[in-house]
Nanobody, 123 residues
Framework: VQLQASGGGLVQPGGSLRLSCAAS???????VSWFRQAPGKEREFVSA????????YYADSVKGRFTISKDKAKNMAYLQMNSLKPADTAVYYC??????????????????WGQGTLVTVSS
């Protein structure tokens, strides 16, 4: 499956963005997730949702501000980001994999990655 992430951009603190992840070639694996990588930092987990189930997970740093969703008819996943902070500045990647639930937080457990989309939160 090929993944393509889009929707990044420059936004002021407190603003919102919605990232999209499109799958082509086949549908998503068990999990579709978002990771991010800020300059000089390691890639970190943001959120995951089960493509054919109801389980959803969030990093503590984004809980209550970000919402992951999916549109199975369009083979798309989304990350709605509200109340953005400068600390949210990063390249955001969508990923898909078939790990067990406890493994969704580790980027090594994903087989498929999008190319990344840059989110910059700055005034």
């Amino acid at each position: 499956v090929q993944l393509q992430a889009s929707g990044g951009g420059l936004v002021q603190p407190g603003g919102s963005l919605r990232l999209s992840c499109a799958a082509s070639g086949r549908t998503f694996s068990r999990w579709v997730s978002w990771f991010r990588q800020a300059p000089g930092k390691e890639r970190e987990f943001v959120s995951a949702t089960e493509w054919n189930g109801g389980h959803t997970y969030y990093a503590d740093s984004v809980k209550g501000r970000f919402t992951i969703s999916k549109d199975k008819a369009k083979n798309m996943a989304y990350l709605q980001m509200n109340s953005l902070k400068p600390a949210d500045t990063a390249v955001y990647y969508c990923a898909s994999g078939s790990t067990i639930a406890s493994g969704v937080y580790d980027s090594k457990n994903y087989n498929y990655w999008g190319q990344g989309t840059l989110v910059t939160v700055s005034s």
